[in-house]
């Protein structure tokens, strides 16, 4: 939201490089060797808390207008249940419920990282090293940092302030949710460790590894630059 016929008018009309983010997978994309793609990951248990937490933000209005889309496929999207512990229950066991499968997901970007085109940034380092990953990311742009600036840069990307001006980072200004501003929200990673046995633990690395492969799981839960 918005639909298409509003978006795509919108990227025609931006004149200087343009910036799009998508949760799609690199399959679902148009891909094109003159664009620079970067991938973010994180644990898929932290995706989980963090998108339990979107989740039971929406306004009803915002499921109408979802389950009300063109070409729409599969059941209609609901509230979730208030139970963190039942939505990463049915997450593990449905694969992605409510939404896509995270694994596949995280798949279809991993088979391409030897492109010179796709970058993979990882939450725990954005958070660890801001400053590393921000010139990062900047090489791979071919961006050049102007030192007087950056400590700006570092400001204007942190979770305080993003979270002080919710309104420039909150999709649509915050029009889809009861509380705009717990959009984001906590911004920690582990929260699950709380909630959690060992046994589920255990099993949803176990489920990563045999899905993603050793290396792309090890990833996932720690962080890294991969190769």
Not at 26 to 55: E, P, Q
Not at 158 to 173: I, Q, R
Request: glycine residues 6%; negative net charge; charged residues 30%.
């Amino acid at each position: 939201m918005p639909g298409k016929e509003v978006k795509l008018p919108q990227i025609e009309a931006i004149t200087n490089r343009r910036f799009l983010k998508s949760h799609l997978p690199l399959d679902a994309l148009i891909f094109n060797k003159k664009a620079k793609y970067i991938c973010v990951g994180r644990d898929g248990r932290d995706v989980l808390w963090s998108l339990h937490a979107h989740h039971n933000n929406f306004k009803e209005e915002t499921y109408t207008r979802l389950n009300e889309a063109p070409n729409l496929v599969g059941p209609p999207f609901q509230p979730p249940t208030e139970d963190i512990h039942q939505y990463y229950t049915e997450w593990m066991e449905k694969d992605g419920y409510p939404v896509w499968s995270f694994f596949d997901y995280i798949l279809s970007w991993w088979k391409y990282k030897h492109l010179s085109n796709i970058l993979f940034v990882h939450y725990a380092d954005l958070k660890r090293d801001p400053d590393g990953e921000i010139r990062r990311i900047a090489a791979f742009l071919d961006v050049a940092i102007d030192e007087e600036t950056f400590p700006k840069i570092l400001e204007y990307c942190s979770f305080d302030f993003m979270k002080e001006n919710f309104t420039k980072y909150v999709p649509l200004g915050g029009g889809h949710f009861k509380e705009p501003d717990a959009f984001i929200n906590k911004g920690k990673n582990k929260r699950w460790q709380e909630v959690l046995s060992e046994e589920e633990v255990a099993a949803y690395e176990a489920t990563a590894i045999e899905r993603l492969g050793e290396e792309c799981a090890h990833w996932l839960a720690n962080g890294g630059h991969p190769v």
